[in-house]
């Protein structure tokens, strides 16, 4: 059921919110940077703005940081990040509303965010005594080789407003451990979340005690700010986490002065239903990966395939979803689907639906629903059925827009699958071994996630995320994500009374 949003004040809500978390009122309540709600559409607050200068001087600040912390044993640096992840226990509750409000999630989602949070810090605490490096077989008698890993310095991260809180915490947990100073540039549409969480470590870092100050620090402003952090020489790595034409702005520039980075760009996910699949399992998996989010996340599901033998049992399930599901202000209602970001997102969303519609898609949903506030958009989601992956298929659009296709050969649906730029998350519905396995294998999916009976979206913190090709080829989070914010070398020690050279090298001075 779809329920007007109107009751609640809003913006009185979020001061209450932030002076909760802590963030002082002089920080939102004026400034040149305007900072909407999506649940409303109304203005909530106001934020000063960082000059160039002030960015300089912010790095300046974390580097200094950072020539401390690099100093602090690791496993000391952990009890840094498990105060935070207390911290972000004791604030869920606020920090997951803030995240509602800022980005229109519904609650559970916006908690769901702040969880990811702490679990990170989890993951990074244990990992802060697990920054191995390898002892290696040297061919010199006498000699031993190993790698250790050192901190790298100030690491950037730059955000995009459908992830306003996780991002950071997924980037600033490993960096911390990992020894680094972190300068944070979180999205236009979502400077709030940033400062609640800015102000959520400073409680961490007085209890820890001994923080450098200006360890992690949050620069507000535009794209560009983000660019000032993209050029500074003091900024070895930056995360870098929005659209594929923002990474290829991003990536040459950081390339150009040989610094690091990881790009977590557009996706544009698909799935593939089997003809042996559950299909009851896959119809929840594919509602929440396609309409979750009000489709703004980056591995929301946007293209499935669906076998012949199937579609039919499937499709008109999954269109009776589309109509029924319900949409609503996450603030005030127990709605699935919450608002758009805002305007520009809705005219993106209908334009794509236009060029289905031209291309033979026949549209379910996709209107927009009238909540009776103006600025607000809020939308039914969209399921097209599309004659094959023709324009706008191809390209991502950052709202509920499902494209649904029908396939007859295997082969045919796994091209088509990876005839896309981008290359993130990536499912198949199957109980057949051997179609999963080959989904998985060398030449199936060509996605940095792959699954099976699971949708697209949803990942848990303790494998690396990130995609391959348009998406950047980044990887951030579980797994060994941390080797990305540590440098490396390779030591080797003689203890011998020779010198021996490697090769079998000789170069004799007498
Ligand atoms: P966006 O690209 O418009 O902005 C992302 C961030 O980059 C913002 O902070 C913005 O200010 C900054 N930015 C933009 N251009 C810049 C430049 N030239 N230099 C420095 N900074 C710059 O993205 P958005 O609309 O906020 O987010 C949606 C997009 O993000 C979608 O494409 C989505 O798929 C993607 N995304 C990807 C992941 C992932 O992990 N792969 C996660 C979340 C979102």
């Keep these: ?65 950072f020539r401390k912390w690099r100093l602090v044993p690791a496993p000391k640096r952990g009890e840094l990040v498990r105060l935070l992840g207390e911290e972000l226990r004791a604030a869920k509750a606020d920090l997951g509303r803030l995240v509602s409000i800022e980005a229109g999630k519904i609650p559970s989602e916006g908690l769901g965010e702040v969880q990811e949070m702490i679990d990170i810090c989890d993951f990074a605490v244990g990992l ?36 306003p809180v996780a991002v950071w915490s997924w980037n600033a947990a490993l960096a911390l451990v990992c020894g680094n100073a972190v300068v944070w540039k979180p999205s236009e549409k979502t400077p709030l979340a940033a400062l609640a969480c800015n102000a959520i470590f400073a409680r ?81 998996a594919i509602a929440f990966g ?31 979803a589309y109509t029924s599901v319900s949409v609503g202000s996450p603030l005030e209602t127990s709605a699935l689907v919450g608002p758009l970001i805002d305007k520009p997102a809705f005219e993106h969303m209908q334009k794509a639906l236009k060029e289905a519609a031209n291309n033979g898609g026949a549209i379910t949903g ?68 051997q179609e999963a396995e080959r989904f998985l294998s060398v030449d199936g999916s060509d996605c940095g996630i792959a699954n099976v009976n699971i949708g697209t979206s949803g990942a848990e913190i303790g494998g690396a995320f990130g995609g391959e090709k348009e998406t950047g080829g980044g990887r951030e989070s579980g797994s060994d994500a941390w080797k990305a914010y540590m440098r490396r070398a390779t030591n080797t020690v003689n203890y011998s009374k020779a010198l ?9 001075i007498e």
Excluded at 500 to 508: E, H, K, N, R
Aim: proline share 5%; net charge negative; glycine share 8%.
């Design 1 to 65: 059921m779809d329920t007007p949003v109107n009751k609640i004040d809003v913006k009185r809500e979020t001061a209450a919110l932030l002076e909760k978390l802590g963030v002082e009122a002089s920080a939102y309540i004026s400034g040149d940077l305007a900072s909407f709600t999506p649940v409303t559409g109304d203005q909530i607050a106001s934020l000063k703005t960082h000059s160039t200068a002030d960015a300089e001087k912010i790095i300046d600040k974390a580097d200094e940081a």
């Design 128 to 163: 802060s005594r697990q920054l191995y490096g390898l002892t290696i077989a040297t061919e010199r008698p006498g000699h031993r080789m190993m790698e250790t890993w050192h901190p790298l310095g100030v690491v950037g991260v730059i955000s995009a407003f459908n992830f």
């Design 204 to 284: 961490a870092a007085k209890k820890f005690g001994d923080a450098p100050e200006g360890l992690s620090q949050v620069l507000i402003g535009d794209r560009a700010i983000g660019e000032v952090l993209v050029d500074s020489p003091k900024v070895p790595l930056v995360s870098a986490t929005g659209s594929t034409r923002m990474g290829r702005e991003v990536g040459p520039r950081l390339a150009k002065r040989f610094a690091r980075s990881i790009l977590e760009l557009g996706g544009n996910n698909a799935g593939i239903v089997c003809p042996s699949a559950d299909l009851d399992m896959a119809l929840r």
């Design 290 to 320: 396609a309409m979750g989010t009000a489709g703004q996340r980056c591995t929301t599901l946007r293209r499935l395939f669906v076998h012949e033998s199937v579609y039919d049992a499937l499709v008109p399930r999954l269109k009776k």
């Design 366 to 433: 996709g209107e927009r629903v009238d909540t009776g506030q103006a600025n607000a958009y809020y939308v039914k989601p969209a399921l097209v059925e599309m004659p094959k992956q023709v324009a706008p298929v191809t390209e991502e659009t950052f709202a509920p827009i499902l494209y649904v296709m029908k396939y007859s050969d295997f082969d045919e649906a796994l091209r088509d699958h990876n005839a896309v730029g981008a290359g993130l998350s990536s499912s198949i519905f199957t109980l057949d071994l």
């Design 500 to 508: 021996p050279l490697a090769q079998g090298v000789s170069f004799d």
